[in-house]
């Protein structure tokens, strides 16, 4: 069977590259193909050096304000080692519609909320200071508007009593890594469903 290719973009400690990784072996569908950052500084990137996956970086820093410029690079390692699918793991890098238009229909990411809940940046605080008691994490077909898309999945958590941003931060992490991989095995399959998880 040929596998489709994964290339998976981070920003930081790569926790869910990892989970992504390690999740495709067997008879998963896919394989990863590539980890890019746009930071040299990327704890994940030695975890995907240490998994046998190729990396690379391209720093947004040099090209300013200029998006475009910066995605022309971006996109090249992606397109040269031929990926299927893109998933945005904590790649904390807004997207053209120009980038995103390459990947219609194949890029994911992953947010930590219950979206339409908490577009954008400080989610967890964000629920906190709202009083919601139910919080979580979204996957979801990455489309030209930041944080839209059609919803692949979602894992709820409970807000507790004395919670801070930090202490619902990881538990929602916790989520985001049974999340994550369960969505990219089934889509990688060419099944968009979406999954609750709860
Ligand atoms: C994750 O919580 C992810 O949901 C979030 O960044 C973290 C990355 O952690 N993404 C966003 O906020 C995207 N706007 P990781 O590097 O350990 O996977």
């Not at 998976?8 to 193909?33: E, F, K, Q, W």
């Amino acid at each position: 069977m040929s596998h489709k290719k994964v290339a998976i973009l981070i920003s930081g400690g790569g926790s869910n590259m990892v989970t992504l990784v390690d999740s495709m072996t067997g008879d998963h569908p896919a394989r990863p193909c590539l980890v890019l950052s746009n930071r040299t500084d990327a704890g994940g990137l030695k975890k995907a050096a240490e998994r046998g996956i190729a990396t690379a970086v391209v720093d947004h820093r040099p090209f300013g304000k200029d998006r475009e410029a910066f995605e022309t690079e971006l996109v090249k390692p992606i397109l040269e080692t031929g990926a299927d699918i893109v998933c945005l793991a904590g790649f904390m890098r807004v997207l053209t519609v120009g980038f995103v238009s390459q990947f219609e229909g194949r890029m994911l990411n992953i947010h930590p909320s219950l979206l339409p809940k908490y577009k954008g940046l400080h989610t967890h605080a964000r629920a906190l200071e709202a009083g919601d008691t139910r919080h979580g994490c979204t996957v979801h077909e990455v489309t030209p508007l930041l944080d839209d898309g059609p919803v692949l999945g979602q894992a709820e958590v409970p807000v507790l009593a004395g919670d801070t941003p930090e202490l619902l931060a990881a538990r929602v992490l916790e989520q985001e890594h049974r999340l994550y991989p369960a969505v990219l095995q089934r889509f990688a399959a060419g099944d968009r469903t979406p999954i609750h998880m709860s």
